[in-house]
C-alpha cells in the first residue's frame, strides 16, 4: 500500500525534510509513505488568498493517484489515538487500496478537497503549522505501523 502525504508547500526547513524523511524511510515496502508538494498560491501583499487556495485545492485534487481513499487533515476531522491510528492503518493495508492525505497551507484546506475527502482527521485541536504536519504524520504513521508488527519503536503501554 502507498500512503500520499499531498501537503501544500515547498522549500521547506532543513528540520522539516530531515524528519519527515526519517519516519518515511522507516517505513517499509508493505507500507511506503511518499510525499507529494504543492506549490502554495501566492500570498504577498493585497492577494486574493481564497483564489490562492482554490488553485492549491485544483492541483491537489488534481495530484491524488486513481483510487485512493483520501482523508483530509483537518481540525474539525476525528481526532485518533496512536492506537486507534494503528488499527486504522492495518484496515487500509488489509483493504489493498491507497491512501491519500491532504494538508492544506496556512488557511487550511479549500472546500472542495474537503468535499472530496473519504474523511477526517484531526491531529489536535491546536493549531500546527503545515510543516511540521508533515513530520507528525511520518513519524505518527511509523509508530502505529511499529504497533501492528509488534517492533520496539513504539513502548507506550
Known amino acids: ?29 508493505e ?3 511518499q510525499l507529494i508538494e504543492i506549490a502554495p498560491g501566492h500570498r504577498g501583499k493585497n492577494a486574493d488568498i481564497a483564489r490562492a487556495m482554490r488553485d492549491e485545492g485544483e492541483r491537489m485534487l488534481k495530484s491524488i ?3 485512493c481513499r483520501v482523508l483530509a487533515l483537518d481540525v474539525t476531522g476525528s481526532a485518533w489515538s496512536t492506537e486507534r491510528l494503528s488499527g486504522k492503518l492495518e484496515q487500509w493495508m488489509s483493504d489493498g487500496r491507497d491512501i491519500a492525505l491532504l494538508v492544506g497551507g496556512p488557511e487550511g484546506l479549500a472546500h472542495e478537497c474537503l468535499q472530496r475527502a473519504d474523511g477526517r482527521w484531526s491531529l ?3 493549531t500546527l503549522p503545515h510543516p511540521l504536519v508533515r513530520v507528525v504524520v511520518s513519524e505518527q504513521l511509523y509508530r502505529a505501523w511499529s504497533m501492528i508488527r ?4 513504539h513502548r507506550a503501554g
Open 65 to 67: 493517484p486513481k483510487g
Open 31 to 33: 507500507c511506503t509513505l
Open 124 to 126: 489536535s485541536p491546536l
Open 1 to 29: 500500500m502507498n500512503i500520499y502525504l499531498v501537503s501544500v508547500g515547498n522549500r521547506m526547513p532543513r528540520w522539516v525534510t530531515d524528519g519527515y524523511e526519517e519516519y518515511a524511510r522507516r517505513l517499509p515496502a
Open 150 to 153: 509488534n517492533h520496539p519503536y
